[in-house]
């Protein structure tokens, strides 16, 4: 349908009643070829790699909620991959390959921004360590330098980074075409590509059972009814243990509540990202102007979506002390997710003990980034049922083998540093 300016006039007099939606209703069929749970990103991002790339659109996309209601539409949008090991970089980096073309791949402005990332060392002992994961990235083709304070201040105006701070910065490690990318566009250029290939996309319908027989789950129970399938995905970051349970599946998982704020709108004062590590307090400037924060993870298990206030008042704190200017602006909103994460922090991805029965999750705080790297990489198994290289290290079953990713760093989560 074209809109022209008096159609938009029109719909907007009439209350939207006549305008259809980016994603037609649905209620499900009686059976699938693949069913995958959890509209998010990952979930979305798998469905549309099965259509482009695989040419499967047999395929429902389920979600108790709405497209992108999840973590997905909750993060503060930051894409990078500086991380130290293979497993941790490997995926980040090929996301981030993606994620450069992956608007006119979807013909939807996913608002990716280059603007680079921060990350703030505070003593010479935590810059040799970013020199090491600055050297491993260079190795394997990434940009990264490391910056001394001076090159700091020139880059950031307005960053304080005086002697007297409670924790002094003594360098950064810079990833330049590290950035940001707006979280919804992602889960609606995703669900738009999938759906007008073919693809179901049900909204406002919980899984509620898993059913295996022989060590195959031939069908699953859900609001609407049993939908028979051959093969499921789950994909439902804090509930996927809930759900892989029904399938008799044990996964290793916690969850913690983690916050994000904005404050009012202020010129543009923050052309970058920039991560406080000491102090566990991250930044970047929204382009209606408001500065986007976060911080430290609330320090106990919860599922509930309602943050602390101790955390609120020490993200914030920590953003004052590296941006003093910032003290007299008003907090907008805050809102939290739940991150699901598993005892070495890292994600898991890939096969079960149960023969048709696929899992992503584990991704907690960082998986946002990860988001088209993991849709191609799932989209191949699913296909062909062969496990991407790539994705070997994140198996389920190194939790038995004890070949965990021990990656400090990988976020501000204090017990893993
Ligand atoms: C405050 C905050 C800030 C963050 N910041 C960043 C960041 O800057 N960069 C970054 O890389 N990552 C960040 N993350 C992490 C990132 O948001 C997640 O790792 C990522 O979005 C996970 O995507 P997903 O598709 O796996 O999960 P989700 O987007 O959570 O999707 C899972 C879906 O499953 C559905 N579901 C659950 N149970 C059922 C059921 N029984 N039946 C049907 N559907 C079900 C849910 O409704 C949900 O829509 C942040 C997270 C939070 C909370």
Redesign the pocket.
Known sequence: MKYSGFSLLKNALQGHRNWPGIVPQKRPKSSYKTII???????LATAHYLARNHNITDVLV????WI?????G??????RSDYLLNASFELKNFALQLWKSLSQDLNFNLMYSPRGYFDLAHSDGELEDFLSRANAMRLSGAQAEILSCAEIAERIPGIYLGKKARFPISGALFQPDAGVVRHDAVAWGFARSASKAGIDIVQNC??TGLSVTNSRICEIDTDAGSIECDKVFI?????SSH?AQMAGVSVPMELIN???FVSEPLKPVLDTVVNYNAGLSYLSQSDKGELVM?GATDGYISSARRGSFSSIEDTVTRAIQLFPFISHLRLMRHW??S?DIPMDGNAIVGGTPVDNLFL??G?????????PAVGWTMAELLADGKLPAMLQPFALSRFESGALIDDAGIGPYPWLH
Not at 62 to 65: L, V
Not at 363 to 371: L, N, Q, S
């Open positions: 749970i959890g509209a998010g990103g990952h979930g389920i979600d108790r909620g992108g209601g999840g973590n997905t909750r993060n503060t949008t930051i894409v919980a899984v994909s439902a970051a804090g509930t759900l983690v916050q994000a976060g939290s997710g991150a992503n999750c991704w907690g705080y960082a998986g946002f980034k990860a988001t």
